[in-house]
């Protein structure tokens, strides 16, 4: 008696489905793929919630670059992103800051990785007299 397709039998090893080796084995590679769903899901809203944010904010890289601003920075700053990605955040410097600001802003970050604050930033210089 046959009970489950699991039982059927093959003529060949090469056509014979994969055997789960308990309900256990199917569950757990049922819920890790459920995982890495809810994964790519967060991901997407994480996404999501940085581009659509009124807040103004950069992604840099380890070595310091902008690889990522969302649409407020752009409104904000008036830097179009291809103006500003692969820079220093340093060129945003307005010098409203002291070193003080800068060094307690750079422990944050070299110790949690991130760091959320606010920066009086200059914003890109518009030249309105200019012909194009």
Same mark, same amino acid.
């Given at each position: 008696m046959i009970?489950? %397709? +699991? /039982? &059927? %039998?093959?003529l060949a090893k090469e056509q014979c489905p994969l055997k789960p080796t308990s309900l256990d084995n199917l569950f757990n590679a049922i819920s890790d #793929?459920? $995982?890495e769903s /809810?994964?790519?899901d &967060? *991901? @997407? *809203?994480?996404?999501? =919630? +940085? +581009?659509h944010s009124s807040v103004a904010m950069t992604i840099t890289s380890h070595d310091n670059k902008i690889i990522a601003v969302n649409t407020a920075f752009t409104q904000i700053t008036g830097f $179009?992103? @291809?103006? *500003?990605l692969?820079?220093?955040?340093? *060129? &945003?410097s307005s010098g409203k800051h002291d070193k003080q600001f800068?060094?307690?802003?750079?422990? =944050?970050? #070299?110790?949690? $990785?991130k760091w959320s604050g606010e920066i009086w930033n200059k914003p890109k210089m518009v030249n309105y +007299?200019?012909?194009g």
């Open positions: 009970s489950s %397709p +699991f /039982d &059927l %039998p093959c #793929s459920r $995982k /809810d994964k790519n &967060l *991901i @997407h *809203i994480t996404s999501s =919630a +940085f +581009f $179009k992103q @291809h103006e *500003i692969g820079k220093n955040p340093r *060129i &945003l800068y060094g307690e802003m750079w422990t =944050a970050l #070299s110790r949690e $990785k +007299f200019s012909n």
